[in-house]
């Protein structure tokens, strides 16, 4: 029998009507930020929002999320993809991981190809710090585009 890697995912408050439906594809699918789970068992043990700026929800879900057995969190890829993209993602990833000693996985489902294309029309993600932030959400061509 395999493990099973419990997670949560926490999505930006601007998206608090989100269904979910990209992120929970992705993780079935194994695409995206889920693609480190490929061959493995996961269970999703809690998705919310962060509240709001400036996250007053980050806390208190991280805490509900670890007791449920999260070992990975997630913040979603629509914190990278909105306009703006969150300003406070890094803290969030550093909070939670010194917090609660969990690992957090910046992204879920893959980078739709209309978001890539504008974010790099703007520029928004020209400094080498959104690198690593980004590298798990990437895909190929096509599956970006089945994100759309």
Known sequence: MKDTTKIGI??????????????????????????????????LVGYTTCDGCPGGNVEYTGEEMVKNGAQVIHLATGMLVGYPPCPRIQTFKAFLEERYGVKVVVGTHPIPRKYLDMHTKLGTWNSPAWQPLLAP?????????AYD
Do not use: P, Q, W
């Open 10 to 43: 926490i999505i930006c408050n601007r998206y608090h009507t989100c269904a979910g439906g990209k992120c929970l594809r992705a993780m079935r699918n194994r695409e995206g930020a889920f693609s480190l789970y490929a061959g493995m068992d996961v269970e």
């Open 137 to 145: 959400t990437m895909a190929d061509e096509a599956t970006r585009a």
